[in-house]
């Protein structure tokens, strides 16, 4: 299980890189664990500044951080979906399917 390979604690933090290499997974299979471990209840936090990396969580000051840092993140992700969506009236149409290269 990945919190096998986790410390507690933000100064515990380890690179995905590092994490994965002793999992022995690529790093997509990290990500999915990972994703599967918090749906099941594990704390598992993670940190984008020194020291970079993910940890459990020591406390619930740690996973407010990381919950607050998750609300910033998908705050300036819907702010890009909704300058690509504004963007589609600007590009050509669609090319249906099946008419690619007719002459």
Same mark, same amino acid.
């Given at each position: 299980? *990945?919190?096998?390979?986790?410390?507690?604690?933000? %100064? @515990?933090? &380890?690179? %995905?890189? =590092?994490? @994965? @290499?002793?999992?022995?997974?690529? &790093?997509?299979?990290?990500?999915?664990?990972?994703? #599967?471990? +918090?749906?099941?209840? #594990? !704390? *598992?936090? %993670?940190?984008?500044?020194? !020291?970079?990396?993910?940890?459990? %969580? $020591?406390?619930?000051? /740690?996973?407010? &951080?990381?919950?607050? @840092?998750?609300? &910033? +993140?998908?705050? $300036? *992700? /819907?702010?890009? +979906?909704?300058?690509?969506?504004?963007? *589609?009236?600007?590009? !050509? !149409? $669609?090319? $249906? /399917?099946?008419? =690619?290269? /007719?002459?």
């Amino acid at each position: 299980m *990945i919190a096998d390979f986790l410390g507690k604690g933000i %100064a @515990s933090a &380890r690179t %995905a890189g =590092e994490i @994965s @290499s002793l999992m022995g997974i690529d &790093r997509r299979g990290f990500s999915k664990a990972v994703q #599967v471990a +918090r749906l099941a209840g #594990v !704390p *598992i936090c %993670a940190t984008t500044s020194f !020291p970079f990396g993910y940890f459990l %969580a $020591e406390d619930a000051g /740690e996973m407010k &951080r990381f919950c607050g @840092s998750l609300s &910033r +993140r998908l705050h $300036e *992700i /819907e702010k890009t +979906r909704q300058a690509c969506l504004a963007m *589609i009236d600007q590009l !050509p !149409p $669609e090319k $249906e /399917e099946g008419k =690619e290269g /007719e002459a």
